[in-house]
């Protein structure tokens, strides 16, 4: 009991050198702060989410070895970053790093312009998460059922997938790390139950060929795809969107520092567990999903809309493939709680430091609940709001998470950068890469800069109105508000981080 007395007193001294106090409870260890990362990359939610975009756009080849690139590259982004989280614990995660490590006059516009980026990530995010379980849900009803899903239908029922997270956030924040325990049980007993079953029960498996080696460009809306109008290379590169997608959200475990004893350490260590565990994880899941598809053309154009189900459908029967839907869904449902719980932290954070317009507002933490339960409110408005464009897109979900993953991995990237740049004003935390901190940084910049720019290139050919990635729309809404926002105003009050002792003893 007295080492953990000892702990929570270093935690919170550290936490005051970094200018703030302590409000939010520190209750979580190791394992909790790894589990919400983990549960927010949620291989069974990313995985079955873009399934059919894996297919069409570069098919099981780029899916099984566009996921150990992409795999191998997010290790590298994560290690750069926990070295960073190491240094600096606190829940603004990127924004707040990128504050730290800059030169104190060029500090409040790298903070401000990273902390945007990582809001609108984070949004997206929950967008994409949430409104993946809604899609299941409406799925799963069809099983079995004369019901028919549409837009409106998936819309309504994502509003109240959002309702239902956001109360749990408001009212159950004592409960979330026990949430977090069984969503952790849930997650890899889940997934691994589901390869198990899907691939004793499948009447046939695919071959090795057609697994590791076959590529397959969906892309043409009229049959002319990317590979015959640009250069296959083009399909790989816009279909490894699944595996990035997918192996995103780790920030969480920086968010989480605040409420997590001996950050320091269990942050970072919660970064990189919370990556490597899910990339093993994750390949084992596509490879069971794709060994076991018993017919392609009718995969990819499953009645159910989802070519996972088809595949449950497929092998396990209907009473098989509900039970398989629950453990997806379910896992989906934790994952965007959690998504809504880092998202509030740092939205709390954001507006601590008077980022966010009502920041007055917004910069409460409820005292009977212990959590920042405006911002949560606030995170599932936005999040609603990011989907309405799904009413009359066909493309509006790959969209969605698109300006997910350059948002956050953007917001990853700016404090990495600074650390190259300002590498004599970098001091380690007890997490440290050694000699290889400087070189893995590097090539986790250049990586982030390729996906940021492929992301926001067309996905359907031709590109019209139903076809047209919003991605870099949103992006560019964001930085220009950003930018525009910073020279009119914000630069002559946003000073960065707020350090409030110090403001405190000054009031």
Not at 61 to 84: N, P, S
Not at 172 to 182: H, M, P, T
Not at 424 to 453: E, M, Q, T
Request: some cysteine; aromatic content about 12%.
């Amino acid at each position: 009991m007295e080492g953990v007395v000892d702990l929570q007193t270093g935690d919170e001294s550290e936490l005051a050198r970094m200018g703030y106090k302590q409000e939010l409870k520190r209750d979580l260890g190791l394992l909790h702060n790894f589990g919400v990362s983990f549960s927010i990359i949620s291989v069974i939610t990313g995985i079955p989410s873009l399934f059919l975009f894996g297919l069409t756009t570069g098919g099981p080849a780029v899916m099984v070895w566009g996921w150990v690139v992409v795999a191998f590259f997010t290790m590298l982004v994560g290690l750069a970053m926990a070295e960073i989280c190491s240094a600096h614990p606190t829940s603004g995660g990127p924004y707040f790093w990128a504050a730290m490590i800059s030169k104190p006059q060029g500090a409040p516009f790298a903070s401000w312009v990273t902390g945007w980026f990582n809001l609108l990530g984070l949004v997206a995010m929950t967008t994409g998460i949430s409104f993946a379980c809604a899609n299941f849900i409406s799925t799963a009803a069809t099983i079995g059922t004369n019901y028919q899903p549409n837009s409106r239908k998936t819309v309504g029922i994502y509003a109240a997938v959002l309702f239902i997270q956001g109360m749990i956030n408001t009212f159950g924040v004592r409960i979330l790390k026990y949430l977090n325990n069984v969503s952790v049980w849930w997650h890899a007993l889940g997934t691994t139950s589901l390869i198990i079953a899907i691939l004793a029960a499948a009447p046939k498996h695919q071959s090795d060929k057609f697994v590791f080696r076959t590529f397959i460009d969906g892309t043409g809306v009229d049959g002319i795809g990317w590979s015959q109008r640009a250069s296959p290379a083009y399909v790989a590169l816009i279909g490894i969107l699944m595996a990035q997608y997918t192996l995103t959200g780790f920030d969480a475990s920086a968010h989480m520092t605040e409420e997590t004893r001996n950050a320091a350490r269990s942050g970072p260590i919660g970064i990189v567990t919370s990556i490597g565990v899910s990339a093993v994880l994750g390949w084992f899941l596509i490879l069971g999903l794709v060994f076991s598809i018993q017919d392609y053309s009718t995969t990819i154009a499953s009645p159910s809309g989802q070519p996972v189900t088809q595949i449950f459908l497929d092998t396990v029967g209907e009473k098989g493939a509900i039970v398989l839907m629950v453990i997806v869904i379910g896992a989906m449902f934790l994952c965007g709680t959690f998504s809504i719980t880092s998202n509030s932290r740092m939205m709390y954070a954001f507006s601590r430091d008077g980022a966010i317009p009502g920041s007055k507002f917004l910069n409460k933490v409820d005292g009977r609940w212990r959590s920042p339960i405006r911002t949560v409110w606030l995170s599932c408005t936005l999040s609603l709001i990011l989907a309405l464009p799904s009413l009359g897109s066909s493309v509006a979900f790959a969209a969605a998470t698109s300006i997910a993953t350059i948002g956050l991995y953007i917001s990853y990237g700016i404090p990495i950068a600074l650390r190259v740049i300002y590498a004599d004003r970098f001091v380690r935390g007890p997490f440290h890469l050694g000699a290889f901190s400087y070189p893995i940084a590097i090539v986790a910049v250049l990586w982030i800069a390729l996906i940021s720019i492929v992301f926001c290139l067309p996905q359907l050919n031709p590109v019209n109105a139903q076809t047209l990635n919003y991605a870099p729309v949103a992006v560019g809404i964001v930085l220009t508000y950003a930018l525009v926002f910073w020279l009119l105003s914000a630069r002559t009050w946003f000073t960065g981080p707020v350090r409030q002792e110090r403001a405190e003893m000054c009031f």
